[in-house]
């Protein structure tokens, strides 16, 4: 019966899925729904990429047990691994990393320098606010403070942490400064009033990283999926296929035209993954 076999095919190729937000829920945990969608999924044939902001540590303990072959992409899109196997690296030039600081010590707000070897740095004494101190509680490996960083080599990453209103401010600075020769990414978690800017080398962003991967694949953009919350997710949702926004997403992302999904604490990439990716 050729009509239902190709009703088991997958529509799409490849699966970019963000974490916080969209794969983890508000337990920062992955619900066993979105588990077996993944695994439903990857055994029909999609290559799957996990893409975050965070660090290769943290993106690689939390999806260590969903898939084995799935690309990962930390730090915005300035690492891209694969079976440990480094597919690229684009650090960031030092004079961006140094404008960087500059700018979060004038907001009177901590940096965080992710270096090439997988230490971090963080440009304070201590953590400076309640919502930067349980921020960095999730950061690995441990950030050493250093209070008057400077810069032997181009750092891989560096994340600028406040409020939303202060990391704008610090994204308007920058943008000013540096233009095109840095990749600026903003985050916003309003319940928590926590900002976060990366700050990235200027080829590198979520975006950038998914066309990488499907060329890996040998697969066109068109064949390819992306879900997401926040507005460091743009350009990958943009690149994408088909971009598809979570329910809990950032309001202002909501006007753009992508799908969307169900919430991160209603197994929304589970719902994507059945409705999209294999057309259930």
Not at 36 to 64: D, K, M, N, Q
Not at 84 to 98: D, F, S, V, Y
Not at 208 to 222: G, H, W
């Amino acid at each position: 019966m050729p009509h239902a076999a190709n009703r088991s095919l997958p529509r799409f190729g490849l699966l970019a899925v963000d974490l916080d937000g969209t794969l983890l829920n508000s337990r920062k945990e992955v619900s066993e729904q979105n588990r077996a969608a993944l695994a439903r999924a990857e055994a029909a044939g999609v290559a799957l990429a996990f893409i975050s902001g965070r660090r290769y540590a943290e993106l690689r303990a939390l999806t260590a047990d969903l898939s084995a072959a799935a690309f990962r992409v930390a730090h915005g899109g300035a690492l891209i691994r694969r079976s440990g196997r480094t597919i690229a690296e684009i650090p960031l030039p030092k004079r961006a990393a140094e404008l960087a600081v500059r700018s979060a010590r004038r907001l009177r707000i901590p940096a965080l320098i992710s270096e090439r070897d997988g230490s971090v740095r963080i440009t304070a004494h201590s953590p400076t606010t309640p919502r930067v101190a349980r921020y960095l509680r999730t950061v690995r490996p441990e950030p050493r403070f250093d209070p008057d960083p400077t810069f032997a080599e181009d750092p891989l990453h560096l994340v600028i942490a406040g409020t939303p209103e202060t990391c704008r401010e610090a994204e308007r600075e920058l943008r000013e400064s540096l233009r095109d020769s840095v990749n600026l990414a903003r985050t916003e978690y309003a319940a928590s009033r926590l900002g976060l800017l990366d700050v990235l080398a200027g080829a590198a962003n979520k975006g950038t990283a998914l066309a990488r991967i499907a060329r890996e694949s040998d697969l066109p953009l068109s064949a390819t999926v992306a879900i997401g919350d926040n507005w460091n997710d743009l350009e990958m949702l943009e690149t994408a296929g088909v971009g598809v926004l979570m329910e809990n997403a950032e309001p202002g992302l909501k006007t753009r035209g992508f799908e969307t999904t169900a919430s991160h604490d209603a197994h929304g990439v589970a719902a994507a993954i059945d409705r999209l990716v294999l057309g259930a």
